[in-house]
């Protein structure tokens, strides 16, 4: 078989007189193609970008904040001795009330409050929870308060930005992410014991001095009192939520937070499967220990019981069953649901004052 000679189809993109050959597009000009070295600096670019978004918000979470935030310097006695301590509050009303940590005033009832712009005010301790770790000062004078916002709505891995007074370098900001959430923290009042649920962890630095300061939105708003250093990148603040606002606010009237006591040791624990399908909840607290003489023991609690509702509300937990023990229920008759042996059992008690 002969060979057919091949022939060059004319590109039918290229108009006459065209190289079909030649490349319409030659390196470094095609269509949507920056030269090189371009791509390296929009790289370049962009990272600085974000680096400035980065600072801006930081910046502006200082900005505004900052003015807020006070270097607490206290004096206390232990065994006799004179001991001065320091830590950080943060202006919260704008009639002078501060929030800060229990710890950072325990053993005083006054102190100096320093704040950026230079200026000193006198404080006196308005009443403290150290099973909270929260505590409500008061100074005299105008400074700004800042804005309380909502730890409910942290997200992890969020920007976070730490404002305090560590190490007494006042003014310090720090910033880092919020590494975890639902955390819980063992506080103590003298034989008594609590945890403090939704503990949110964060790697923003801190450091002895920062307690009682503010963690921080990018919004500018407080959603957690940073209150101890787990270790290095491992800080822990009491989360701004329903809860910590109903404790502020009974130290601000009264200087205490009541709480009631029904006098069991527990723990979460699975439903059967059939009673967690008929309540439409998983767990509920299981009666490890009961303290003798107490409401739960006089009203027939037994360990091994599952409390599922007390006061017509549901108990999954240590937290919850915390959460119901207010003032409101001290002295006052209430229901109590427990499950024992697959049975709904119901019970009268009336819880009593929790006393340290």
Known sequence: MAALPLRAVPDPDHG?????????????????ENPPGDADDEAALSSDEALDAYSRL???VAERLS?????LRVARQMGGWGMAGAG???????????????????GTDRGEAAFIDGSEQAFRVVGRDALSDLAVIRADGGTPAAPLGDAARLRVGQLVVAI??????????????????GRSLGTRDGRTSRLVENVIQTDAALNPGNSGGALADTAGRVV??????????????????DGTRSILAMLIRDGRVRRAFLGVVGGTRPLPAGLARSMGRPNGLAVIQLLDGSPAASAGIRPGDLLVELDGRPIEGVGDLQRLLNGEVIGRRVGLRLAREDRLLELDLTPVELRA
């Open 88 to 106: 950080s509050a943060v202006v919260f009303t704008h009639d002078g009330y501060l929030v800060t940590s229990a710890h950072v005033v325990a």
């Open 164 to 181: 305090g007074n560590p190490l007494g370098f006042a003014g310090t900001v720090t910033a880092g992410v919020v590494s975890a959430l």
């Open 16 to 32: 006459a007189g065209d190289d079909p050959g030649a490349d319409a597009n030659p390196p470094g000009d095609a269509a949507g």
């Open 224 to 241: 957690g009192i940073n209150t101890a250093v787990a270790g290095v990148g491992l800080g822990l603040a009491v989360p701004i939520d």
């Open 58 to 60: 930081v910046s502006s």
């Open 67 to 71: 003015p807020s935030v006070a270097s």
